[in-house]
């Protein structure tokens, strides 16, 4: 499958960063799975690692971090 955003990319399995901010709070959460373009580095989750990633944002949101820097762990 080609790229969205380059549109000359094929995309493959891969490991990403995916960094969050709301408000004052910034969560980093590292080697999260995901489908990463060979060519510009634009990642695509899954619905349900979306799902999850979100859910390990919302928790550091919630307790009130002000910057939470996680590791994937399956």
Do not use: H
Not at 42 to 71: P, T, W
């Amino acid at each position: 499958m080609n790229c969205v955003i380059c549109k000359t990319g094929q995309l493959a399995e891969g490991r990403t960063t995916v960094t969050f901010q709301r408000g004052e709070t910034t969560v980093v959460i590292k080697d999260v799975p995901a489908q990463v373009c060979d060519n510009c580095g634009e990642y695509y989750l899954s619905e349900e690692m979306s799902r999850q990633v979100l859910a390990m944002a919302e928790a550091a949101v919630s307790k009130g971090a002000e910057v939470e820097i996680l590791r994937w762990a399956a």
